[in-house]
Antibody
Framework: EVQLVESGGGLVQPGRSLRLSCAAS????????MHWVRQAPGKGLEWVSG?????????YADSVKGRFTISRDNANKNSLYLQMNSLRIEDTALYFC????????????????WGQGTLVTVSS | SYELTQPPSVSVSPGQTAAITCSGD??????ASWYQQKPGQSPVLVIY???KRPSGIPERFSGSNSGNTATLTISGTQAMDEADYFC????????FGTGTKVTVL
């Protein structure tokens, strides 16, 4: 059974940093691209960032480019990460980790499995 | 920038057919996916590559995509289908539609 478990969310002040993690199990992690998608309270889904199976290709939404960094650990921890710097109030959202149906970022494949999300609240 | 537009809400009677549209420039040239999200839950993929159903998704869910519009159709709608639905496509980056709340009256 595919499982994606996010962690690392919390309350943080504007301008500070936070690192999210997503622990993956139930599938061969390094065979698939992975993504972060967020959902502000009461709002729709917004794709944040994606990374190919081997980290060779990475993409970011314009809203987070230059502030957020996605990475993955295929060798040891089967985990996906999102380093979030210079956080803004508008970054407040539930952050989901999602598995791609393909090894490659931008292939057009759907997000076939999702975690339960971790809540990030940016407030002073 | 590329945008995907959905109607905010669709109402349907039990047993009837609900059609949810997703509009974007030349969307028919891309693959569209659809996700169902119930309150307090994570999104679930219900349609991918315009019309394919993942394992475990009921046959009453179907999809099409042509021109500028992708459509998710729920035939014989059940109370359990009441949820938010989001379309999704790729245009250099991944994009989600604005979302449609389906109410089963």
């Amino acid at each position: 059974e595919v499982q994606l478990v996010e962690s690392g969310g919390g309350l943080v002040q504007p301008g500070r940093s936070l690192r999210l993690s997503c622990a993956a199990s139930g599938f061969t992690f390094d065979d698939y691209a992975m993504h972060w998608v967020r959902q502000a309270p009461g709002k729709g889904l917004e794709w944040v960032s994606g990374i190919s199976r081997d980290s060779s290709t990475i993409g970011y939404a314009d809203s987070v480019k230059g502030r957020f960094t996605i990475s993955r650990d295929n060798a040891n921890k089967n985990s996906l990460y999102l380093q979030m710097n210079s956080l803004r109030i508008e970054d407040t959202a539930l952050y989901f980790c999602a598995k791609d149906g393909s090894p490659w970022y931008g292939s057009g494949s759907p997000f076939d499995y999702w975690g339960q999300g971790t809540l990030v609240t940016v407030s002073s | 920038s590329y945008e995907l537009t959905q109607p905010p809400s669709v109402s349907v009677s039990p047993g009837q057919t609900a059609a949810i549209t997703c509009s974007g420039d030349k969307l028919g040239d891309k693959h569209a996916s659809w996700y169902q999200q119930k309150p307090g839950q994570s999104p679930v993929l219900v349609i991918y590559e315009d019309k394919k159903r993942p394992s475990g998704i009921p046959e009453r869910f179907s999809g099409s995509n042509s021109g500028n519009t992708a459509t998710l159709t729920i035939s014989g709608t059940q109370a359990m289908d009441e949820a938010d639905y989001f379309c999704q496509a790729w245009d250099r980056i991944a994009l989600f539609g604005t979302g449609t709340k389906v109410t089963v009256l």
